[in-house]
């Protein structure tokens, strides 16, 4: 047996086609045929790999000038909260300020629509003789500042602060 193991090692080393024959009864040339695959397969897998890191270098690259736009934009947003809280300041006295006009005004109205009450209650009592009382009426749809009413003499007016023509008595 060891001489048959000789011969079959000596074959196998000066005989060409006896290897060839050996080894592909073994499948080492099917091996060594996947493993060629093989190894085409993983050199083109290292250079989409390759292709995918420099892919990622500029994506990291992209993210980092997202980044500083962002802090860009950030500080811009902060100063436009400055300036809406500025604003907001302003936005709040001017309210009050006009809280304080409207109650002057509506204070200034009463008193001319009461002067107007007056000076009609006056010039019907001393031209007409007759002694009535004037009021406001305030219906669902109208707003009338001077109303009065006596016997047959009835008076509707408005009292406003700049009139075209004088007041006359019907």
């Known amino acids: 047996m060891a001489s048959l193991r000789e011969r079959i090692l000596k074959l196998l080393d000066t005989d060409r086609e006896f290897r060839y024959t050996v080894a592909g009864r073994l499948g080492i040339l ?3 045929e996947r493993l060629d695959k093989l190894t ?8 989409v790999i390759r292709d995918i890191k420099a892919d990622i270098k500029k994506i990291w ?3 980092e000038e997202i980044k500083g ?8 947003i902060e100063k436009i909260w400055v300036e809406v809280k500025g604003l907001r300041e302003d936005f709040n006295k001017m309210n009050a300020r006009l809280g304080r006009v409207e109650r002057t005004l509506e204070k200034l109205i ?20 007759i002694d009535l009382t004037l009021n406001s009426l305030i219906l669902p749809d109208l707003d009338l500042n001077i109303y009065g009413i006596s016997g047959d003499l009835c ?8 009139g ?3 007041p006359k008595l019907l």
Do not use: P
């Open 40 to 47: 085409e397969i993983q050199t083109k897998i290292w250079m």
């Open 69 to 76: 736009e962002q802090t860009k934009i950030w500080t811009e």
């Open 110 to 129: 009463i008193d001319i629509e009461d002067e107007a009450r007056s000076i009609i209650r006056d010039r019907v009592k001393r031209e007409l003789g």
């Open 164 to 166: 075209e023509n004088k």
């Open 155 to 162: 008076i509707v007016g408005e009292a406003t602060v700049r």
């Open 30 to 32: 099917e091996i060594l």
């Open 61 to 63: 690259i992209e993210i």
